[in-house]
């Protein structure tokens, strides 16, 4: 992934309060808040389910 693809997506997750981002100098600090941990579970549930319908079509 390119850092323009990175920085679009960490962005998006910033607005949907899933992240938060603190800069100091030049390090930016980038840590998951409550919301993004609960979206986190989600995302592995759906990950486990596609990764289960990809294994019954390719075997």
Excluded: F
Aim: charged share 25%.
């Amino acid at each position: 992934m390119t850092p323009s693809t990175i920085t679009r997506l960490v962005d998006k997750m910033v607005q949907k309060g899933q992240l938060e981002r603190k800069i100091e100098g030049k390090h930016v600090l980038i840590w998951q808040t409550d919301k993004g941990r609960e979206a986190q579970a989600d995302i592995a549930v759906a990950v486990q389910e596609l990764h289960g319908r990809y294994s019954a079509v390719l075997g």
